[in-house]
């Protein structure tokens, strides 16, 4: 399975998602890397690992629907099969999600439903929760709002900042993605006809 992996950041998602794929019984490869950011670390570990690293950056065009248009012109270019958003900062269209239906996954640094958008691990920090992690979920139009595949928990310490919890996070983060990527394209999970839960595939 040809994978896509959209970044805008530092990438240690996409390269915990490399490591997966060079392994000789993952179900997938990394077939192309996109970056709205120009300047993302990101790229530079697609190059390290000898992956097709794009640059489409948001800023340069006119419209959501040209950037998205330039986005999935990447993709196809690379016959990408499925999405993997890993710290891409972008919202995504229903329009754009219609081509690779059920087949987008994110990963956010939370136990969703709790604390979606940005600085999750602040918000679990702000409301005093004791339990934080992360939750690999399919991409649907809303903020981290679609169907959960698999999620990770990790204590929240007494003394945590949000530098140490998200440390801790991003580790599990890194465990958590390759299966969830694993389950999803072999077709052990898969959305229900409602697109609000994942179902598991009797194999
Ligand atoms: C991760 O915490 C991910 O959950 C969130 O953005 C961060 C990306 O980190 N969506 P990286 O670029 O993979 O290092």
């Known amino acids: 399975v040809r994978l896509g992996v959209l970044v805008s950041g530092s990438g240690s998602n996409l390269q915990a998602l ?4 060079a392994r000789e019984d993952f179900p997938a490869q990394v077939a192309c890397v996109v970056s709205n950011v120009p300047t993302a670390f990101a790229l530079e570990r697609a190059r390290r690992a000898g992956v097709t690293a794009t640059v489409v950056d948001h800023q340069a065009h006119a419209t959501k629907a040209d950037f998205e248009r330039a986005l999935l012109d990447a993709l196809r270019a690379a016959n990408v099969e499925w999405v993997c958003l890993a710290g891409f900062m972008r919202l995504l269209s229903a329009d754009f999600l219609g ?3 059920g087949r987008v996954l994110n990963i956010h640094p939370s136990l969703l439903p709790a ?3 940005l600085h999750a691990q602040r918000q679990a920090l702000e409301r005093g929760v004791k339990v934080a992690g992360c939750t690999v979920h399919f991409v649907d139009a809303g903020t981290d709002t679609g169907p959960i595949i698999a999620q990770a928990a990790v204590p929240v310490l007494p ?3 949000e530098q140490a919890l998200s440390a801790r996070i991003l580790a599990e983060e890194h465990r958590l993605y390759p299966l969830a990527v694993r389950l999803a394209v072999t077709g052990k999970v898969v959305q229900d006809a409602a697109r609000t839960r994942v179902a598991a595939r009797a194999t």
Request: charged share 30%; net charge negative.
């Open 115 to 117: 604390f979606p958008g």
């Open 159 to 161: 003394d945590d900042d």
């Open 18 to 21: 490399l490591e997966a794929c």
């Open 99 to 101: 081509h690779y239906a």
